[in-house]
């Protein structure tokens, strides 16, 4: 591929990460912190923040890896309190949306991706791209955020007809015009709540 063209992918992944931010960024803006807190399961080992600090982690180690040439996400930060206060996770959405911006610099970098293996002796160094490891967050946060949007929606808050839905699902419906199901975000019967409640 030429320059041009891996600039123009590497400006299409970086957009594509920064909408499914932003789009977590305004479903945050509009949550409750108690409904943030949530603990849910059996364990009531899971919350809405424990999910968004584990995207918030992923992108600052590529964020931080870049850089030097080699992501980590094993050793992650997990700041605990980024799962606890809303308003720090979009604070923090807010500067990675910005960081990914500044990371064409890096384009044409060898990357190195750090990866243990069970029972192997240390870790495997794979070798990759900034572009293949954006295609990654960007699947591993819409991922998640299909996990947020059926926990919330568990509690009755409502989102966006298209939150959690990967930008190729997106692609698919408006090549074939298969619009997402009718109350495919409604389905819950409890009681519906304003993201704000």
């Known amino acids: 591929m030429s320059e041009p063209q891996d600039t123009a992918c590497l400006d299409s992944l970086i957009e594509e990460n920064r909408l499914a931010l932003h789009q977590l960024q305004t479903f945050l803006e509009r949550l409750a912190p108690a409904v943030y807190r949530h603990a849910f399961g059996p364990t009531r080992r899971q919350s809405l923040g424990k999910h968004v600090r584990h ?90 955020m299909a996990l947020l949007g059926m926990m919330a929606e568990s509690l009755g808050v409502t989102l966006p007809a298209h939150f959690g839905v990967h930008p190729s699902t997106l692609r698919f419906w408006q090549r074939s015009a298969t619009p997402p199901q009718t109350g495919s975000f409604a389905r819950s019967s409890k009681p519906r709540l304003a993201l704000s409640d």
């Open 55 to 144: 995207i918030l982690d992923h992108y600052d180690a590529l964020l931080a890896g870049a850089g030097v040439g080699s992501i980590d996400y094993e050793n992650r930060r997990r700041d605990q309190r980024l799962e606890a206060e809303p308003s720090l996770a979009v604070a923090r959405l807010v500067a990675i949306g910005t960081a990914l911006s500044c990371l064409e610099a890096h384009q044409s970098a060898t990357l190195r991706v750090r990866y243990p293996v069970e029972g192997a002796s240390g870790c495997l160094s794979l070798t990759t791209s900034l572009a293949r490891e954006l295609a990654f967050l960007t699947s591993h946060t819409v991922h998640h």
